[in-house]
């Protein structure tokens, strides 16, 4: 695995438990965050600065396992299920309330890792009523709030930076 230091306050997890969650959420999680996420889960990294778009970005704290915290993966979800992306799942907030997430669009075996931004982000259910927007249409526009980071959570990780 890449060369990054997590700050952990959470006990780990087994792999039964993140495969649990990944059929909560009807996804298959790659491998190697699979074995990052059962020791990581709920922490922080050092070094934890990426870019997106030239713009820098930080990597502010690794969604949880444990089913009590506020910062429970599948509870992310569903908090914010409505103005993600289909098939977008988070896996991380960044300090302003952006998510880190895995794209399973065109990727269902192995996921891109994407930034999604939560500014000028909106309800799809609002988008079509208040802006006459088909279905479709508002998946797309839910999909202009996703930027693209890296082809695998491995290469996320080495994308780091302090």
């Avoid at 992310?76 to 302003?96: C, G, N, S, W």
């Avoid at 279905?135 to 695998?152: G, K, M, P, T, W």
């Amino acid at each position: 695995m890449v060369n990054v230091t997590w700050n952990v306050w959470d006990e780990p997890v087994t792999r039964e438990t993140v495969e649990e969650v990944a059929k909560k959420l009807a996804v298959t999680f790659p491998e190697d965050y699979i074995k990052c996420a059962m020791a990581n889960h709920g922490g922080h990294v050092n070094p934890h600065l990426f870019q997106v778009e030239e713009k820098e970005r930080v990597f502010g704290t690794f969604l949880s396992y444990i089913t009590e915290d506020s910062e429970y993966i599948v509870e992310v979800y569903h908090d914010y299920k409505e103005t993600l992306p289909a098939q977008v799942v988070p896996i991380a907030f960044d300090p302003a309330g952006n998510l880190l997430c895995f794209d399973y669009k065109n990727h269902e075996d192995d996921p891109i890792v994407v930034f999604w931004e939560h500014e000028n982000a909106a309800e799809k259910e609002m988008l079509m009523h208040e802006e006459g927007l088909t279905a479709e249409q508002a998946e797309e526009r839910a999909r202009e709030n996703l930027f693209y980071v890296a082809d695998s959570f491995t290469d996320f990780l080495g994308k780091l930076y302090e």
